[in-house]
């Protein structure tokens, strides 16, 4: 049981690249979110999704898209790498109102 | 917005003391609370879960309390160990499956 895994662990993008971060759950959870930390600020939450097919905004969208096809993966897309999305992304997933379990990070840096 | 805030912001103490940690929040409509430990560098280890209806969960040497009416939950763990030392964050989850963090407390325990 693998529990939330995250590739990759560490990424180095130029501004305007493209790249998807990828996160995967064997726990059947329904649901998953992508949150991103910054010093002095906590974690803020991107995108979630309930399950397949359905995913939601967070309190700070903008510059990602995410989808869900399946239960177990939750990918997380910067479509044009902008250095304030230099920060550590992680991704969690949890029953609907359950314990949240997360991922080991991807440290993001945008030069 | 939920606004999310832990006090202190770092807490230093010797082996064996009994201490708490404090997690305060403005709006009390939340369907759960949840603390979690993060070690430098790592993910979020979930440490209690609890819900709107509880008032406190135990694990251990860990016991959390949640007030909601009066937006407080504490985390208190008894006789600390060195092994303690690590940034506890305090989660708050609310209907539409939006949450919000703190900014954590770090926590050392000298031997």
């Known amino acids: 049981n693998a529990g939330v895994t995250q590739t990759p662990k560490f990424q180095v993008l130029k501004t305007g690249q493209s790249m998807t971060l990828q996160c995967a759950q064997d726990?059947?959870?329904?649901?998953m979110s992508w949150y991103r930390q910054d010093p002095g600020m906590g974690l803020r939450l991107i995108h979630y999704?309930?399950?397949?097919?359905?995913?939601d905004q967070g309190e700070v969208p903008n510059g990602y898209n995410v989808s869900r096809s399946t239960t177990e993966d939750f990918p997380l897309r910067l479509l044009s790498a902008a250095p304030s999305q230099t920060s550590v992304y992680f991704c969690?997933?949890?029953?609907?109102?359950?314990?949240?379990?997360f991922g080991p990070g991807t440290r993001l840096l945008v030069l | 917005k939920q606004e999310v805030t832990q006090i202190p912001a770092a807490l230093s103490v010797p082996e064996g003391e009994n201490l708490v940690l404090n997690c305060s929040f403005t709006?009390?409509?939340?369907?759960?609370l949840q603390w979690f430990r993060q070690d430098p560098g790592k993910g979020l280890t979930s440490l209690l879960l609890?819900?709107?209806?509880?008032r406190e969960q135990t694990s251990g040497r860990l016991n959390a309390s949640l007030d909601k009416s009066s937006g407080r939950s504490t985390l208190y763990i008894a006789a600390s160990q060195p092994g303690d030392s690590a940034t506890y964050l305090c989660a708050v989850g609310e209907a539409g499956n939006q949450f919000y963090f703190g900014t954590g407390t770090s926590l050392t325990v000298i031997p």
């Open positions: 726990m059947n959870h329904e649901y």
């Open positions: 999704s309930v399950g397949a097919g359905i995913t």
């Open positions: 609890i819900q709107s209806s509880q």
């Open positions: 969690a997933s949890s029953s609907l109102a359950g314990t949240q379990y």
């Open positions: 709006d009390s409509a939340i369907y759960n």
